[in-house]
Nanobody, 116 residues
Framework: QLQASGGGLVQAGGSLRLSCAAP???????????MAWYRQAPGKQRELVAR???????NYADSVQGRFTISRDNANKRVYLQMHNLKPEDTAVYFC?????????WGQGTQVTVSS
């Protein structure tokens, strides 16, 4: 299971950096995995926040474009989500996701709460 961390409580306008560590089962083959962050707010469906492919192409949800940055550290088998200018509507549980050739892994989620 992917291990996500870095969530917490922050005021609107603040920043957080989420980190996700790959499980041992995929660390030896981490580089070809496409990685992503999803989030799920109470009463809402899980949605894609940001994605980074194995060759580092990125795409973002419109709602976070320009505020969030996804990156990956292949040497340390980690993926990050840098979040700036956080808004109350960013409040959600954030999940790390890895996929390659139909093999999918999810993290346990980390709570991000943005107060107004």
């Amino acid at each position: 299971q992917l291990q996500a961390s870095g969530g917490g409580l922050v005021q609107a306008g603040g920043s957080l950096r989420l980190s996700c560590a790959a499980p041992r089962t995929i660390t030896s083959v981490f580089n070809p995995f496409n990685m992503a962050w999803y989030r799920q707010a109470p009463g809402k469906q899980r949605e894609l926040v940001a994605r980074i492919t194995s060759d580092r192409q990125t795409n973002y949800a419109d709602s976070v474009q320009g505020r969030f940055t996804i990156s990956r550290d292949n040497a340390n088998k980690r993926v990050y989500l840098q979040m700036h200018n956080l808004k109350p509507e960013d409040t959600a549980v954030y999940f790390c996701y890895a996929e390659r050739l139909g093999n999918v892994y999810w993290g346990q989620g980390t709570q991000v709460t943005v107060s107004s």
